[in-house]
T-cell receptor, first 113, second 109 residues
Framework: GAGVSQSPRYKVAKRGQDVALRCDPISGHVSLFWYQQALGQGPEFLTYFQNEAQLDKSGLPSDRFFAERPEGSVSTLKIQRTQQEDSAVYLC???????????FGPGTRLTVL | AQRVTQPEKLLSVFKGAPVELKCNYSYSGSPELFWYVQYSRQRLQLLLRHISRESIKGFTADLNKGETSFHLKKPFAQEEDSAMYYCALLDNYGQNFVFGPGTRLSVLP
């Protein structure tokens, strides 16, 4: 596929469970971004990778959120001890390099019960 | 602080009527402005960016630095234009987007 893919598309978790969300960026894209989109809101920046380096994690809401991109391609966003306020759509985007057009994935809708 | 506002949560117009979706921003430097669109059950996709100064699907947007606005306009709305529209800015460092809350455009037959 030519676009950004994310899995799972939907995830339901009980409060307190850990979850892992996966993002497959467009092949060759150096930059990768994670956004959180709460219901009725626009996407909000979480974190940014350039290859395997996490250059900005200023948007992560708490230390329960952790992201990695160990080989500079696939990225995983992990949320530990999920809370109800973590319910949102998590969007991944990639771009050829910083400042270039970002292409978005379909998102993962996380519901925490 | 960087901020993007879209005052209308919902905008309804009749087919063939002009449409304007408002966007204002606050940023100390010279940001790059974008409009993204999300059709029903589809992913977020770029509609247009101010530096390219092009018209996409009949939509145009002009950056007004004096008013810090980047309103999206179309002279004759079509039913297929119904979607969520997000205004976004890219900061000087070209890293992450700052998105507005979005406006849902509903074009009525």
């Amino acid at each position: 596929g030519a676009g950004v893919s994310q899995s799972p598309r939907y995830k339901v978790a009980k409060r307190g469970q850990d979850v892992a969300l996966r993002c497959d960026p467009i092949s060759g894209h150096v930059s990768l971004f994670w956004y959180q989109q709460a219901l009725g809101q626009g996407p909000e920046f979480l974190t940014y990778f350039q290859n395997e380096a996490q250059l900005d994690k200023s948007g992560l809401p708490s230390d329960r959120f952790f992201a990695e991109r160990p080989e500079g391609s696939v990225s995983t966003l992990k949320i530990q001890r999920t809370q109800q306020e973590d319910s949102a759509v998590y969007l991944c985007a990639s771009s050829l390099e910083r400042g270039q057009l970002q292409y978005f994935g379909p998102g993962t809708r996380l519901t925490v019960l | 602080a960087q901020r993007v506002t879209q005052p209308e949560k919902l905008l309804s117009v009749f087919k063939g009527a002009p449409v304007e979706l408002k966007c204002n921003y606050s940023y100390s430097g010279s940001p790059e402005l974008f409009w993204y669109v999300q059709y029903s059950r589809q992913r977020l996709q770029l509609l247009l960016r101010h530096i390219s100064r092009e018209s996409i699907k009949g939509f145009t947007a002009d950056l007004n630095k004096g008013e810090t606005s980047f309103h999206l306009k179309k002279p004759f709305a079509q039913e297929e234009d119904s979607a969520m529209y997000y205004c976004a800015l890219l900061d000087n460092y070209g890293q992450n987007f700052v998105f507005g809350p979005g406006t849902r455009l509903s074009v009525l037959p």
